[in-house]
């Protein structure tokens, strides 16, 4: 089991920037990758980055591309994503969670590959 906590959302004027972060405990040498999705009123969660547990393989959204950055934090087990240039479109609950399926790194662009999952974070970007 891993358990995922979110911290660092808030609110932020567009053009602004925000670091959330994602901190993971329990059997967490099992975990191969980790991401972030986010989740606007009425609309799907969508993937927004991952990134390797091990070596340096990320992958973005095209929306966020250029914007945030993904890293992380071994040996704090901590996933921190970088939020430059914030948009309004940006608002909305950012969710943080970790897979061990050993999937290539664009597999986990997709929901299904992920086992576990934080409560998320609210981001609110005024315009």
């Given at each position: 089991?891993?358990?995922?906590v979110?911290?660092?959302?808030?609110?932020?004027?567009?053009?602004?920037?925000?670091?959330?972060?994602?901190?993971?405990?329990?059997?967490?040498?099992?975990?191969?990758a980790?991401?972030?999705?986010?989740?606007?009123?009425?609309?799907?969660?969508?993937?927004?980055?991952?990134?390797?547990?091990?070596?340096?393989?990320?992958?973005?959204?095209?929306?966020?591309?250029?914007?945030?950055?993904?890293?992380?934090?071994?040996?704090?087990?901590?996933?921190?994503?970088q939020?430059?240039?914030?948009?309004?479109?940006?608002?909305?609950?950012?969710?943080?969670?970790?897979?061990?399926?050993?999937?290539?790194?664009?597999?986990?662009?997709a929901?299904?590959?992920y086992?576990?999952?934080?409560?998320?974070?609210?981001?609110?970007?005024?315009?």
């Amino acid at each position: 089991q891993v358990r995922l906590v979110e911290s660092g959302g808030g609110l932020v004027q567009a053009g602004g920037s925000l670091r959330v972060s994602c901190a993971a405990s329990g059997r967490t040498a099992s975990t191969y990758a980790m991401g972030w999705f986010r989740q606007a009123p009425g609309k799907e969660r969508e993937f927004v980055a991952a990134i390797r547990w091990s070596g340096s393989f990320t992958v973005y959204a095209v929306s966020v591309k250029g914007r945030f950055t993904i890293s992380r934090d071994n040996a704090k087990d901590t996933v921190y994503l970088q939020m430059n240039s914030l948009k309004p479109e940006d608002t909305a609950v950012y969710y943080c969670a970790a897979g061990s399926s050993g999937a290539g790194i664009y597999a986990y662009t997709a929901r299904r590959s992920y086992d576990y999952w934080g409560q998320g974070t609210q981001v609110t970007v005024s315009s």
